[in-house]
């Protein structure tokens, strides 16, 4: 199987909105797809189309002592999915404390025995703790979403220079940057994202996710904008990425 992790340089760069449209996009490429949520904002859910009111997810099961497993679920357009849940804070962090040992996510993935081919696409929180770490560690490849902003630009330095990821020549080699909700009017935004450019230079994905309109109304219709207009510009910038991934792990 190929682990791709997909993690915000920090929260509400469009970390969700990216995971739901690529995982579309390579299930209608004829990819076998497995989307697990892994970010307790539990957002991702509503880009498949799950009901406003439904709670139920992994992290939920696992706190009512329930198979984690069985809140996976086929969204209409054929992506497996498996949500995160709601639950409170402070559930949250006995789930972290307890019941999530240094091995858990690995060992959970490899007991599902999917076959060799499948696209596994992790969504992770932006900052570190139990889960987002280990889905670091085994993943094949790191997908960093930054908006090109300043607030981004410094977390990207300080991430070169001192964060987990870049103390760790494994995180940062199979790390890849991509920039997402770039304005193409702004003229800030242009700067912005010509400097980050000139920091990462390969690093960084040649596809930027630019501003649309289309993106805020399909996540309110709960679908992805590849199916809600998928001859827009946005549509087209996540084929482009979904394809370089494709490319990346010679499917």
């Known amino acids: 199987m190929s682990i791709l992790c997909v993690q915000g340089m920090r929260s509400g760069v469009g970390v969700s909105t990216i995971v739901a449209n690529v995982s579309r996009i390579l299930q209608d490429l004829d990819q076998n797809v497995l989307v697990f949520d892994l970010n307790p904002s539990n957002l991702l859910r509503l880009h498949f189309n799950m009901d406003w009111e439904d709670a139920s997810g992994w992290a939920l ?13 086929q969204c209409e357009q054929g ?7 709601q ?10 404390t307890n019941c999530i040992n240094e091995n858990w996510l690995i060992d959970q993935l490899n007991a599902l025995d999917l076959p060799d081919n499948t696209w596994i696409i992790l969504n992770i929180a932006s900052e570190l703790n139990t889960l987002s770490t280990q889905a670091l560690n085994n993943s094949d490849i790191i ?35 991509l920039i997402s909700k770039l304005m193409a009017d702004s003229e800030i935004d242009q700067e912005m994202a010509l400097v980050l450019k000139n920091i990462l230079v390969d690093k960084i994905i040649p ?9 805020k109304e399909a ?4 679908t992805t904008v590849t199916l809600h207009a998928p001859d827009s510009a946005s549509a087209k910038e996540f084929r482009r990425i979904s394809i370089w991934l494709m490319s990346y792990f010679n499917h």
Do not use: T
């Open 61 to 73: 099961n696992m706190v009512e002592q329930r198979s984690w497993n069985s809140a996976g679920f």
């Open 87 to 96: 639950i409170n804070y402070q559930s949250y962090q006995s789930l972290l």
């Open 219 to 222: 996540f309110a219709h709960k």
């Open 79 to 85: 992506v497996r999915f498996i949500p995160f849940g």
């Open 143 to 177: 997908l960093r979403v930054l908006e090109p902003s300043v607030a981004c630009f410094s977390q990207l330095i300080n991430s070169i220079q001192s964060d987990y990821i870049g103390d760790d020549l494994s995180l940062s080699n199979k790390s890849f940057y």
């Open 207 to 215: 596809v930027s996710i630019h501003f649309d309109e289309n993106v």
